[in-house]
T-cell receptor
Framework: GNSVTQMEGPVTLSEEAFLTINCTYT??????LFWYVQYPGEGLQLLLK?????DKGSNKGFEATYRKETTSFHLEKGSVQVSDSAVYFC????????????FGQGTRLTINP | GAGVSQTPSNKVTEKGKYVELRCDPI?????LYWYRQSLGQGPEFLIY????????DSGLPNDRFFAVRPEGSVSTLKIQRTERGDSAVYLC?????????????FGNGTRLTVT
């Protein structure tokens, strides 16, 4: 079946630290991969996506590369800010374009000043 | 402009009662989705509407759950004979076309607590 496994949280970092949140997936076929973010008191928002192997999604200083050989889509940011504190969800779309997403369990990130 | 609106934001009900959760999608969005997010978990797909019809209801857990979208805009998720295990945040999302290139816009959710 289709599933997503994310790094367990919570993750606490200091401002300007390097961030990695690991995400691996299991899927048949060629899924699209996403990172969603949920800021306190707000709804889920798309952060970035990639639709094929070796694609790199990027937004707001965050990046993730679709690695088919390792079935991974790790989220990285070179220098985090307090405003990046949120819950991050990795997700896959088993049938591209169908928007029927399979989410990981989420990783809570707290950035201290 | 207005985003996806869900009401109520919180609902507490007793076991066995009936509840309705409402979703107002972004105006003009043809596709509407319901997801359920249990504590400490990611959202799980429930049902997808394209226009007025349920295009995919494979995520509904059992026949106590039902959703409608009679005019192709507002949707209502209905849960009969609620159980404590139904406690979760119910998320609604909409997209312009229901296709990969139109991003999903999520509401803030309705937190349902069954006592």
């Amino acid at each position: 079946g289709n599933s997503v496994t994310q790094m367990e949280g919570p993750v606490t970092l200091s401002e300007e630290a390097f961030l990695t949140i690991n995400c691996t997936y299991t899927a048949t076929g060629y899924p699209s991969l996403f990172w969603y973010v949920q800021y306190p008191g707000e709804g889920l928002q798309l952060l970035l996506k990639a639709t094929k192997a070796d694609d790199k999604g990027s937004n707001k200083g965050f990046e993730a590369t679709y690695r088919k050989e390792t079935t991974s889509f790790h989220l990285e940011k070179g220098s985090v800010q307090v405003s990046d504190s949120a819950v991050y969800f990795c997700a896959l779309e088993p049938i591209q374009g169908a928007q029927k997403l399979v989410f990981g369990q989420g990783t809570r990130l707290t950035i201290n000043p | 402009g207005a985003g996806v609106s869900q009401t109520p934001s919180n609902k507490v009900t007793e076991k066995g009662k009936y509840v309705e959760l409402r979703c107002d999608p972004i105006s003009g969005h043809t596709a509407l989705y319901w997801y359920r997010q249990s504590l400490g978990q990611g959202p799980e797909f429930l049902i997808y509407f394209q226009g007025t019809g349920a295009a995919d209801d494979s995520g509904l857990p059992n026949d106590r759950f039902f959703a409608v979208r009679p005019e192709g805009s507002v949707s209502t998720l209905k849960i009969q004979r609620t159980e404590r295990g139904d406690s979760a945040v119910y998320l609604c999302a909409s997209s312009l076309l229901g296709q990969g290139n139109s991003p999903l816009h999520f509401g803030n959710g309705t937190r349902l607590t069954v006592t």
